[in-house]
């Protein structure tokens, strides 16, 4: 299996010299000792654009591979912030350490974020084996902040055996969700919609397990029909996603999502799905990676700029500019 440390992260690569190198890895060696302030500082960094992975120490690299990623998308309010604390509850009566990652939309027009879901969690703050940490979009598309990948790769080194990533919730856009777990999760409220709708969503190509929480209210028997509908007309796979009733307010179902989960996962270990998902996660993160560093230096290039200029002025069409950038930067 290809080792997820094999990633090529985005960060600008500053000249990090010995000294600060070695400060991160001792971030690393507390943060996997449970202690939440330096893991906090870590997480810092990556928002800021530092690199750490390359300072991960040896002991560590290997640890990764042993934590497993939940994804946890759907619509807005249809209550997976509530449903993930409930998880958490589950996990943590197994002695299971859980980290949770939720990603907050960011304001088109101020930038900023409410960064509210971990309110939702804070019956679990004064444990020392739970982990809520709030992340901003920052505009980047598919509900996903850009520094999400490295983010889970680090809580993944540091002891957690599950992390859940709950992102923001603004349907069709969710499916980046897929490329950042193992198995994903969908929440769907009763009569959220027709077998159609759920299509058009994407639902069917990304959902291992699907939840209808607020099950108490009606239409649930319609939305449990439609959902099958649309698995039965599907083409058939090894695993069928089941659909899980719960109502998240007062736990009703949690077990039966946490056993769900439990056998889904045990279908990838069993079929050696697991190291193909983790294979293709690492190589997509990798072409995304390149691509960011490749479009930031690009914009530093002085050829860039002269050309760039240039299209805006009408002088050259803009895909010839391009070709012409491009040629400069191979023969370079």
Do not use: C
């Not at 974020?113 to 739970?130: E, T, Y």
């Not at 083409?235 to 089941?242: A, I, L, N, Q």
């Not at 050309?307 to 070709?323: C, D, F, W, Y």
């Amino acid at each position: 299996m290809v080792h997820t440390l094999s990633v090529v992260v985005f960060l600008k690569r500053n000249t990090t010299d010995m000294e600060e190198g070695d400060k991160v890895a001792d971030l690393f060696r507390r943060a996997d000792r449970g202690d939440r302030s330096a893991l906090a500082r870590l997480i810092s960094l990556i928002e800021r654009e530092k690199e750490v992975l390359s300072f991960v120490p040896e002991g560590l690299r290997t640890k990764g591979t042993n934590s497993y990623l939940i994804g946890m998308t759907g619509a807005p309010g249809a209550g997976k912030s509530t449903l993930t604390d409930r998880l958490i509850e589950w996990y943590r009566r197994q002695d299971d350490e859980v980290a949770v990652l939720a990603i907050d939309p960011t304001s088109p027009f101020s930038g900023g974020a409410i960064l509210g879901d971990r309110v939702r969690m804070q019956s679990h703050a004064l444990d020392s084996k739970v982990y809520i940490r709030s992340m901003a979009t920052r505009g980047s598309l598919g509900g996903l902040a850009v520094a999400v990948p490295i983010t889970l790769r680090v809580l993944q080194l540091v002891s957690f055996d599950e992390v859940i990533v709950e992102t923001v919730g603004v349907g069709q856009v969710e499916v980046d969700i897929v490329g950042s777990s193992d198995s994903t999760i969908v929440v769907l409220n009763p009569l959220w919609g027709d077998s159609i709708q759920a299509n058009k969503a994407g639902l069917l190509e990304i959902a291992d397990v699907f939840v209808i929480n607020k099950a108490d209210r009606d239409g649930v028997r319609q939305t449990r029909r439609d959902l099958d509908a649309m698995l039965d007309l599907s083409e058939p796979k090894k695993w069928r996603p089941p659909i899980i009733e719960t109502v998240a307010s007062d736990g009703q179902g949690v077990a039966e999502l946490g056993s769900a989960l439990a056998a889904h996962r045990a279908f990838l270990v069993d079929s050696g799905e697991i190291n193909r998902k983790r294979e293709k996660r690492a190589s997509e993160e990798f072409t995304k990676a390149t691509l960011r560093l490749f479009e930031r230096s690009l914009k530093n290039s002085g050829d860039f700029v002269r050309l760039h200029q240039s299209v805006k002025e009408g002088e050259i069409e803009p895909t010839r500019a391009a070709q012409e950038v491009i040629d400069k930067i191979l023969r370079n």
